[in-house]
């Protein structure tokens, strides 16, 4: 049988929260020092809500939201990582094997890149794949927008899956 190639991308953002609310700054599975996390229902890790989505979206399965839904209590303050380990798993059982994806995390602040090691050793062990198959980014939006103006922050992620 010839080899199946499938392409997949997500998108996602997450407003900060209030300083006061002392939630910490999850992003691609790393705690990222900084004064504001990010509100969600789960830890708000947008890096990984991101890449969940574009691994889905690869498999023709439905979205991040049908499997892990936020009205869903078992979710709330869950650990993103979490779900990526069940999507990866979901894969799995399908057939597909990942061969590489890459994120841009979109952030006026903070400052990203001391982190991206990290947070490449973090995916890529719940991704099982080598570091090198993982992509990690950042980049600001020069002031614009609401990534801009540090209202949120933004992750756009693509994943290649491929099945004999
Ligand atoms: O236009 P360009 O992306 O080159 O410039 P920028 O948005 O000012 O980002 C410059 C560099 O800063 C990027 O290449 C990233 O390595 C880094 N960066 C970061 O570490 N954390 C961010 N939140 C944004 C950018
Ligand atoms: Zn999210």
């Known amino acids: ?7 997949g991308q997500g ?10 609310d002392d ?9 990222i020092p900084h004064d504001r996390g990010l509100l969600a229902h789960s ?19 439905p979205d991040i939201g049908h499997f892990f839904p936020d009205t869903d209590q078992r979710y709330k303050g869950v650990d993103s990582t ?9 894969l799995e059982e ?25 947070m490449k050793k973090s995916l890529a062990d719940l991704l ?3 570091s090198m198959a ?6 600001t939006s020069e002031g614009m927008g609401f990534t801009g103006r540090a209202e949120g922050i933004a992750t756009l992620a693509v994943a290649l899956l491929t099945r004999n």
């Open 43 to 61: 830890d708000g890790d947008v890096a990984i809500h991101a890449l969940c989505d574009a691994l889905l979206g690869a498999a023709g399965l």
């Open 134 to 139: 993982v992509g990690v980014k950042a980049t």
């Open 11 to 20: 998108f996602d953002a997450h407003r900060f929260c209030e300083a006061s």
């Open 94 to 118: 399908a057939g597909w094997q990942i061969e590489n994806v890459d994120l841009t995390i979109i952030a006026q602040a903070p400052k990203i890149s001391p982190w991206i090691t990290d």
């Open 1 to 7: 049988m010839s080899e199946m190639i499938r392409i």
């Open 128 to 130: 099982r794949v080598s």
């Open 23 to 31: 939630r910490p700054l999850v992003i691609g599975g790393v705690v």
């Open 82 to 90: 979490e779900l990526l380990a069940k999507v990866v798993a979901e």
